[in-house]
Each structure stands twice: as structure tokens, then as C-alpha cells.
């Protein structure tokens, strides 16, 4: 969905500036928006390169590209000109995010993808997708400015409730030393019956919070969760283990 908005925005913005004659760039870019919607990267990628022989500087036209070269596999092509884009409108908010979301896929690239991202923040602060990458990125940067995004998006009513959201601030929390935020994310976070939460939560009952009982409950749940699941199998003898030790 997010690829879609941004190409048609591109293509909006293309539009205005130029017309929509077939040969046009703007006419270039909705026949390479109409071949992306289709599925078909390879030819996008060529009507969206005749838009930029068209106009080489236009920001719209090169965002679009990188979009394109990302689906044929051309990663490095894709950051050239995401990064041209943001050279050129160092504002545009797309061309930041998209150039952040780039830098993001590749772990060595995390300063570089947390800079555009919180360019891309400071542009539109409102943005769900922007706030869930930056978290994303400042925690693999193990940045203290990880909890205002995760708090950013705890108090959005379309992520207040995620699960993972929830969980990763429960682990935020319990390595600052707040046990009580801690156990009040990992209760919103158990209600998915997420096998691996109800595990965090149970470890978070038995470690820190220092209440066997607690432990023992989310211990149960996460193993009946985990029933049927081979790939969990492990997980479920570590709780049997660990049940025994503390008592059933």
C-alpha cells in the first residue's frame, strides 16, 4: 500500500508540473504507474527512465525510479536516485522516507537510514510507517531515543494495541528499571496469545517481577499455545523444565 501512494503521488505531482501528454514525463510516469499496478516492475522501470530523459531532475520522477529499481533487484541504481531526489528537495518527505526505508534493509546502513528517517519524521510527524521504522532502527542502534517512538505509536488509536509494539516496549522498560510499565505492556501484548509473548511475560513474572505464581500462569498459557506447533517444540520442553524447578 505504501508503494502505491507513493508512486501515485509521484505521478500527481508529475502531472501538475507538466501536463499529461503520452509523451510527456507525466504521461511516461501514469503508463509506468499503470505497469507497476500490474505487476510488471521491468516495464515501469523503462517508462519511468524515458520520463527522466524528459526531466533528469525531477524529484517526483526519480522517487518512483528508485521504487522501480528496488522490485527489479537494482539496489544500488535505487539509492542513487533516492538519494538524488532527497539532493534535490531535501523537504519532500517522500524522497526521505523512501531513502531512510532503503538504508533500513541493510543493517550496516543504520545511521545513514535513521538520519532520512527522522528527516522524514520531522517532515510529517503523523506517519504510522515512518514512526514503525525509526523504532525499528534507533533500537538495532540501541539509541535511547527508541522509547519516544515506541511511546509515539503506544499512543496511536490504529497501534496502541499491537502486540509487538507492546512487547517491545515491555522489554524497553524492564531494562530502565520500570517493572510496572513493563507488566501493563506485556498484558496488552498477551492479549494476541502470541506463544512468544506469553514466554516474555512469563520470563518477565519469574525474573523481575518476582511473583511465581504470574510466572507459572503465563508459563501455561504460552505452553498451550504453543501445542501442535513443531517449531516450537523446544520452547515447550524449556517451560516443562522450568515449571518443574519452580513448581507447578
Known amino acids: 500500500m505504501r508503494l502505491a501512494i507513493l508512486m501515485m503521488a509521484a505521478v500527481v505531482a508529475l502531472g501538475l508540473a507538466g501536463g499529461c501528454g503520452e509523451r510527456t514525463a507525466s504521461g511516461y510516469l501514469l503508463r509506468a504507474e499503470s505497469k507497476a499496478g500490474a505487476g510488471n516492475w521491468k516495464e515501469a522501470l523503462h517508462l519511468a527512465e524515458r520520463a527522466l530523459v524528459i526531466e533528469p531532475d525531477n524529484v517526483a520522477a526519480l522517487i518512483f525510479r528508485a521504487i522501480a529499481c528496488e522490485r527489479n533487484g537494482m539496489t544500488d541504481k535505487s539509492l542513487d536516485s533516492a538519494r538524488r531526489a532527497v539532493e534535490l528537495s531535501p523537504d519532500n518527505f517522500a524522497a526521505q522516507y523512501t531513502l531512510g526505508r532503503l538504508y533500513a534493509d541493510n543493517p550496516n546502513r543504520g545511521q545513514e537510514a535513521y538520519r532520512a528517517l527522522l528527516n ?90 518476582d511473583s511465581r505464581s504470574n510466572a507459572r500462569a503465563f508459563y501455561m498459557q504460552a505452553k498451550r499455545a504453543a501445542e501442535g506447533k513443531p517449531e516450537l517444540k523446544a520452547m515447550c520442553g524449556a517451560i516443562d523444565s522450568r515449571l518443574r524447578e519452580i513448581g507447578r
Open 120 to 209: 522524514a519524521y520531522r517532515l510529517n510527524p503523523d506517519d504510522r510507517d515512518t514512526l514503525v521504522l525509526l523504532a525499528n532502527v534507533a533500537g538495532s542502534l540501541r539509541s535511547n531515543q527508541v522509547i519516544r517512538y515506541l511511546q509515539a505509536l503506544r499512543i496511536r488509536p490504529d497501534t496502541a494495541a499491537d502486540p509487538a509494539l507492546n512487547n517491545e516496549l515491555a522489554i524497553y522498560y524492564i531494562g530502565a528499571g520500570n517493572q510496572r510499565a513493563a507488566r501493563d505492556a506485556f498484558l496488552t501484548a498477551c492479549r494476541s496469545r502470541s506463544p512468544r509473548i506469553l514466554l516474555n511475560a512469563a520470563i518477565f513474572f519469574d525474573r523481575y517481577a
